[in-house]
């Protein structure tokens, strides 16, 4: 059976599976709660230490500390959300874990944010004492009022402060410690800070910003306002170009990414593109965490019918792969005229789609036959992609592996 084990520095989690921060951690009765579905780890919902939570809510929200509200509304593969922050501050989550971390199985990590450097150390310090088994800094939280405040929510957009808060909080725990992070695909230096200041554990997250949608039929608001889209699978898409970005260092330390989880298949695919753990949310809350028996039993048997004994040995699988950008492009070149487009004339509809989106010329709807020039296919396959019939596929689409690999 395979070995589903990962290390977050000297913790050990028994699976990547983490139920991460959010709307399923808000309160002690909640970890406790996740504690019975053997998450490899669980994460408390963000919180502010008292002093500065009351500089950071109280001049936008008066009165919304300690009882912040939320929303939701199905988008069907993700949610529109507008939330608060945590309704416990850093000092009462320190009690909790004084009182309650020891009845609980599974390893539970503290989530921090601060508006300034001082207020990481302190509430990490604090965390420490209380006997949390890690402590996450969120440097990426999309609610408006946190955005004026250069410590906390765009401040994984800024190098410097990422530098600043990691290291200096580095230098202030020993207890094992990562930081949650916003990919920017323009500048994904950031990402490389981590590692750099010898933290444990760098997550990165995609969560989109979002507009409250509309309903026709009333010309109406779906939800009167919105914060974010979490859950969406594009989320994950980006977070694959996220996991790229960081193939020369997924073997120097645990990245941890969340946002578009939808089903078991996409935390291996996580794995391959060199994830050591995935956080999942609204998956979650849309399903349940019933679900994470199910995957792991999914995950294994998956690793056990390929011949992978561990997620250390699944990891970064599909990277060797891979081409880049500039591999492709002179590969593709190679195979003009031989990767070509083939028609089942008896599973055609005529629909012509086909010809319409072809900028090569090089499909002919004429009368009931659709006619293939060869000569003028680039091997595109937006044709095969527009085909709602499956009555067209590419032909000798493996020379382009065949080709770049020699
Ligand atoms: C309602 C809600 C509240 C959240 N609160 C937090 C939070 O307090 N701290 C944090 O680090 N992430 C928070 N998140 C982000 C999630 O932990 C997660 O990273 C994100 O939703 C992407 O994962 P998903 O697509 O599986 O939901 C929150 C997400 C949701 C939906």
Known sequence: MADLRVNMGSLELENPIIISSGHLTRTG??????????GGAVIIKSGFLEKEYEKVVKPYAPGLFP???????????????????SPIPVEAWAKWFKDNIKEIKTPVIASLMAISVEGYIKGAKMFQEAGADAVEILLAC?????????????????PAIVEEVCSEVRKAVTIPLGVKMMFNFLDPSPLQIPRKVGLDWSTTVIAFPAAPGIKLNEVEPVIPSSVFISGSKVAKHVNFVALLNQRDQYQDI???????????????EFIMYGASSVQVQTLFLQKGMGLIQEFKRNISGYMDSKGFGSIEEMKGAILPKLLTFDEAIVTYGKTKGKIVVSVDQGKCICCGVCEEVCNWGAIKVIDDTVDIVKEKCEGCGVCVCSCTEGALWLDNVDLIKKIARG
């Not at 009882?67 to 922050?85: E, K, Q, W």
């Not at 999309?142 to 800024?158: D, E, K, M, Q, T």
């Not at 645990?254 to 291996?268: E, F, K, L, N, Y």
């Open 254 to 268: 645990h990245i941890s990414i969340t946002g578009g989880t939808q089903r078991w298949s996409d935390i291996v």
């Open 142 to 158: 999309p609610l408006p009022f946190l955005l004026p405040h250069p410590y906390v929510g765009g401040a994984s957009f800024n």
């Open 29 to 38: 009765d909640d970890i406790k709660r996740c504690d019975k579905y053997g």
């Open 67 to 85: 009882d912040a509200r939320v929303n939701f509304h199905s988008i069907g593969d993700g949610y529109l959300t507008i939330c608060g922050l």
